[in-house]
Nanobody, 124 residues
Framework: QVQLVESGGGLVQAGGSLRLSCAASGRTFSSGVMGWFRQAPGKEREFVAAFNWNSGGIYVADSVKGRFTISRDNAKNTVSLQMNRLKPEDTAVYYC?????????????????WGQGTQVTVSS
């Protein structure tokens, strides 16, 4: 079993930065995919970015490409999402998610493990 715990959300002004972290525990996540999704009020859940622990591959959604960066910390079994030049439309609950597989998928239904979510609010 894998437990995911997010941290780092908060309130920031437009143009600012936040860094989210997702720590995996319960089972070493040395393989598989860990990523981030977000869901704004009244909207569907949206894929943001993911990291493939097997290959080191990264996939970032077009909506945040160039502003958001995903990275990993092997020693801490953690994946981080650095969010720069934030916009009000980035406001959402951000969820860390993971599954054991060899290919990065952007469909949330394929992810088996989810964190509790962390709120990110960007004021204009």
């Amino acid at each position: 079993q894998v437990q995911l715990v997010e941290s780092g959300g908060g309130l920031v002004q437009a143009g600012g930065s936040l860094r989210l972290s997702c720590a995996a525990s319960g089972r070493t996540f040395s393989s598989g995919v860990m990523g981030w999704f977000r869901q704004a009020p009244g909207k569907e859940r949206e894929f943001v970015a993911a990291f493939n622990w097997n290959s080191g591959g990264i996939y970032v959604a077009d909506s945040v490409k160039g502003r958001f960066t995903i990275s990993r910390d092997n020693a801490k079994n953690t994946v981080s999402l650095q969010m720069n030049r934030l916009k009000p439309e980035d406001t959402a609950v951000y969820y860390c998610a993971a599954y054991y597989g060899s290919v990065i998928l952007t469909t949330g239904a394929r992810y088996n493990y989810w964190g509790q979510g962390t709120q990110v609010t960007v004021s204009s």
